[in-house]
Structure formats: structure tokens, C-alpha cells
């Protein structure tokens, strides 16, 4: 199959101060809007065998909000879709939750995995240099996974909890220009799913400020990577590990 690019569209609506890009610069009162092109690739499989999964598509539209910071303590909220109907190859015989599906030509995929986050993000260290920070946050995916090919259909359908644990950092190079990095982790076993999650970022951004506000771009890299495996070591294992990777571009008006 062709490479899958799709256009994921952030809004992003913050009141106090909050960081950029999806963890990182502080403003004051902002709005901010990112689109995030990302390729889709990964596999899908079981006990018997896995199938690459290479898909194409549009991803929908999601948000992202900061509810509130107090001094060096940020919350958030966010909520992206991941959501994609399309077609996909294999070239091996592989078991998708206990069903077996052999060699597969334009089999039908439908992925939908909406993410919400709540995050809590402490800036450790802030000067005129740098800024650190320690970030704790739970993911719920709501996983809902189904092929079908060859007369045989089977889904992935879970509720996924994802705590994670992270830091992030950000280097002023002048008072207009700075770049950052942050990264969130997961190995875990729960109830009969194995989650295996990480999500980075790296940036760079710029701002311009007038009296009364300033606008910040802000342009870099994400990659999201979700792997889950459910009913490890029996008949009807189900495993997932997909990548939503690619750059962003974010606008973000503080006033």
C-alpha cells in the first residue's frame, strides 16, 4: 500500500500559564492551534504470526485544553483521535484475536483509538537558561481495532488505562528563540493487557511580542507509539503496536 500522511488539527484553548507544543513554554492566557502531519505504520498480529500494516487516510480533528496552573504546577487536558478507515496487505499468514487470517490483499482496516490525557507537570528548574521539569500523566485509549479479509473478520476492543511518568526540558538560545525536548513512558501489565507507550517530542520555537501580546511559532517532531498486547500466551492473543509519527506546526497567541 501507498504511505499513510494524514492531518491531525489541535485546538488548543489554555487559561494561566502553559507550555507549548504539546508539554514545554509557559505564556500567559492563550490560544493555540497545531497540525500535526503524521505517517501511520506498525503491526497487527497474535499467537501465530503478524502482519505489517502500512495504511493511508485522514485522522480527525482533535483539542487539547489546560485547565488551570498554580505557580509551578500545570493541568491538563487533552484528547486526540487516532482514526483511520483503510486498506491494508500482508504478506504472511498471521491470527488476529484467535481468528487466522492467511495472505491478504486490500483487506479492510478500521483503527480507531481516541486518546484522553490528564497530565500534571511540575517546572522543577526555571531561570534564564533553562527550564526542567517532571510531568506524571494518565491516558485512557478507548481501542476499538477490527479486520477483515478474506471472509474472516476479528477486533481489538478495550479500554486501555496508560499511566505514564516523563520529563521535559527547554534551552533559551536568546529571548526570542528556544528549543525543547520532552518524553513520556509506560511498560505495564494490567488485568489481562500489556501496554507499552511512548510518546517524544523535540521543537523549536520563536516569539514575537508586541505591548499587549505575543505570538509564538512553534515547529517540530512527535512520535507516538502505542503497543498492546491483550491475552499474552494463549489461543486468542491480540497484539498492536502502531507509530504515529512526522512534524508539527503550532501558532499560539498569549495575551
Not at 162 to 176: R, S
Not at 223 to 246: C, K, M, N, P, Y
Request: one cysteine or more.
Amino acid at each position: 500500500m501507498r504511505s499513510f500522511l494524514s492531518l491531525l488539527v489541535v485546538i488548543s484553548l489554555t487559561t494561566s500559564a502553559v507550555c507549548a507544543g504539546t508539554t514545554n513554554a509557559c505564556g500567559g492566557k492563550q490560544v493555540s492551534a497545531t497540525v500535526w502531519l503524521q505517517k501511520f505504520t506498525g503491526t497487527v498480529g497474535g499467537s501465530t504470526g503478524k502482519a505489517s500494516l502500512v495504511a493511508e487516510g485522514e485522522s480527525e480533528v482533535g483539542f487539547s485544553l489546560t485547565l488551570k496552573t498554580l505557580g509551578s504546577i500545570c493541568l491538563d487536558l487533552s484528547y486526540t483521535p487516532l482514526t483511520i478507515d483503510t486498506r491494508f496487505n500482508s504478506t504472511c499468514s498471521f491470527t488476529f484475536g484467535g481468528t487466522q487470517f492467511g495472505l491478504v490483499t486490500s483487506g479492510l482496516l478500521s483503527y480507531h483509538v481516541p486518546v484522553w490525557e490528564g497530565a500534571v507537570r511540575w517546572i522543577a528548574l526555571d531561570n534564564d537558561s533553562f527550564r526542567l521539569g517532571v510531568s506524571g500523566c494518565l491516558k485512557i485509549a478507548t481501542a476499538d481495532v477490527r479486520l477483515s479479509a478474506n471472509g474472516s473478520e476479528s477486533a481489538f476492543k478495550h479500554v486501555v488505562p496508560i499511566p505514564m511518568l516523563g520529563l521535559f526540558g527547554q534551552a533559551n538560545v536568546t529571548d526570542w528563540f528556544k528549543v525543547y525536548g520532552s518524553i513520556k513512558l509506560l511498560d505495564l501489565g494490567l488485568g489481562s493487557v500489556h501496554s507499552r507507550v511512548h510518546d517524544w517530542e523535540l521543537g523549536a520555537m520563536g516569539d514575537w511580542s508586541t505591548s499587549w501580546k505575543t505570538i509564538r511559532l512553534t515547529t517540530g517532531w512527535r512520535d507516538l507509539g502505542l503497543e498492546f498486547t491483550a491475552q499474552s500466551g494463549q489461543s486468542d492473543e491480540t497484539s498492536l503496536d502502531i507509530t504515529h509519527r512526522g512534524p508539527f506546526v503550532e501558532a499560539t497567541l498569549s495575551f
